[in-house]
């Protein structure tokens, strides 16, 4: 009976130049570069093993060793070369030469070490995924500095039967594979923190947070990121100006910049007195204010280019975003508002007025109530507005951070909506969720193309005077004037409006 031969392998990445000169010898790699002298023949010829590979400890032990010197000072330096070189090596599990998983690095930090053979059951980490990438089958997590290509049928069926905690012995019994391939891969996946023995690090992520964090920044991967124009010459990017809907519009009041500036308070007033008001005052938002925040808060300002370096057309709103994209659109869900009817509507940003796109009262209590129960039960919102983004408008030109992106776009507009709504004297509040199906079929949306990523609640304010600073939280420890608040509130009169505001 033949006896299948299991190896650890390793080679240089396939992104790894070297360059040999008269005088030294360079590997440069993503994540660095190392050099050392051309007349060291031992390390010589273990890079050029390394360049062959993949080649097991032993294949290079031999290389180096067969170039002469101390075998104690050759061996040293054979540790330090592989030291220096763990970001630019790609290790491997054999058998009979084949490779049946390959362990490629994600970060420069921190040496691949094949771990010991577990004991006991052992199981995929909770934050482990198996995907296809282009033609391969790779098991990825977002905690693990390491991909794990799955070059064979075998690596496969292992990381698929560790969906449950499994014995190394029963599991290659179960799946009749060679139980030293098994303790070799399953000792690969834990070296490359695949496995649940380290989920205790991590337990206060989630699989989708965790993974969305890696991905979305650069560190820890080594896909394709930022500005790289993925769908340059392949398709038009999405207009800057979105199309118009079909249906009833109703057209907005304008206000003038000349009565906006007369009336606004100080920007530090606007800034201290800012909150979250949940409760709405008796009389209704109107239709001259809904109007006059909408313009100071999303209207299209102008739009541009395309410019070198900028194959597109850009837009200017009062706020800013990534590459000028302008991907975020509002839809006004009127619940009371004077002067409108109870419906949800497509703000036109472009003309400055509302497209109705669903009067269906069932469809807009289904959203209204959505509001509700993400500010825990609160009174419905005159006005809930739900941010969409056009991803297209992303995605045609940025890699792996376009959502994170458009999320730092909903964030800067929620601001720019508290900073307008406070200086107005409105009630506003952020909402931290909400239900992108739901708003799809309401608002008509693709969701696949277009969806929400915000919402945000407006309408008038209450007639609640502003208390001290602390009133109402528990176990309140002021810092740093924390009487401003409660002295811009007071400044600014937050006690209900009862002027007959016209919204000029």
């Known amino acids: 009976m033949l006896t299948s031969v299991v190896a650890d392998k390793v080679r240089l990445a396939d ?47 031999a290389a180096a060793l067969a170039a002469g010197g101390d075998p104690v000072s050759v061996l040293a330096r054979l540790d330090w070369l592989l030291a220096r070189l763990h970001g630019a090596l790609v290790h491997s599990v054999a058998v009979d030469g084949r490779e049946v998983a390959r362990v490629v690095p994600l970060t420069g930090d921190g040496a691949y070490r094949p771990a010991p053979v577990p004991h006991g059951p052992i199981a995929l980490s909770r934050l482990a995924f198996l995907r296809r990438r282009g033609t391969e089958a790779v098991l990825e997590s977002g905690r693990s500095a390491y991909r794990v290509v799955l070059c064979g049928s075998e690596a496969v069926a292992v990381a698929a039967a560790l969906a449950r905690p499994a014995d190394l012995a029963a599991l290659a019994a179960d799946l009749k594979l060679d139980a030293r391939l098994v303790a070799r891969l399953v000792a690969a996946f834990t070296a490359a923190d695949l ?14 947070e965790i993974l969305f964090h890696a991905r979305s920044r650069l560190g820890r991967h080594d896909e394709p990121f930022g500005a790289t124009f993925p769908y340059l010459g392949e398709r038009d990017p999405l207009p800057a100006e979105y199309p118009a809907r079909e249906g009833p519009a109703v057209v907005l009041p304008r206000v003038t910049l000349d009565a906006v500036a007369r009336r606004d308070p100080p920007l530090v007033m606007v800034q201290e007195a800012r909150r979250s008001v949940r409760h709405y005052g008796a009389d209704p938002l109107t239709l001259d ?93 005159d006005v809930l507005l739900t941010f969409t983004s056009r991803f297209g408008r992303m995605t045609w030109k940025y890699d792996g951070m376009a959502y994170a992106a458009t999320l730092k776009h909903v964030g800067v507009l929620y601001q720019t909506c508290y900073l307008v709504a406070t200086a107005m004297r409105l009630a506003p509040c952020g909402l931290g969720s909400g239900d992108a199906q739901l708003s799809a079929r309401v608002l008509g949306l693709d969701w696949a193309s277009e969806s929400s990523v915000g919402e945000f609640q407006l309408g008038s304010l209450p007639p609640s005077a502003p208390g001290a600073a602390g009133a109402g939280r528990p176990h309140w420890r002021g810092h740093n004037d924390p009487e401003w608040a409660a002295r811009a509130s007071f400044g600014l009169g937050q006690v209900g409006r009862s002027d007959g505001y016209s919204g000029e």
């Not at 649940?196 to 992520?205: F, I, K, R």
């Open 195 to 208: 496995t649940d023995a380290g989920d205790s690090e991590t337990d206060q992520w989630n699989f989708h």
């Open 289 to 381: 204010q809904l109007g006059e925040f909408l313009y100071r808060v999303g209207r299209v300002r102008a739009v541009y280019g395309p410019a070198e370096g900028m194959p597109y057309e850009a837009v200017d709103r009062p706020y800013p975003t990534g590459g000028a994209s302008g991907d975020i659109e509002i839809y006004v869900t009127a619940h009371r508002v004077a002067g409108l009817d109870r419906a949800a509507y497509q703000y036109d940003a472009v003309a400055h007025r509302l497209v109705r796109v669903c009067a269906d009262p069932a469809r807009v209590d289904a959203l209204l109530r959505g509001a509700a129960v993400a500010t825990g039960g609160t009174p419905t919102p």
């Open 15 to 61: 992104d790894v130049s070297v360059v040999r000169t008269g005088d030294k010898c360079v590997v440069v790699f993503r994540h660095g570069r190392v050099a050392f002298g051309a007349r060291d023949t031992a390390l010589g010829a273990v890079l050029a093993a390394l360049e062959a590979g993949p080649v097991s400890r032993t294949e290079l032990e």
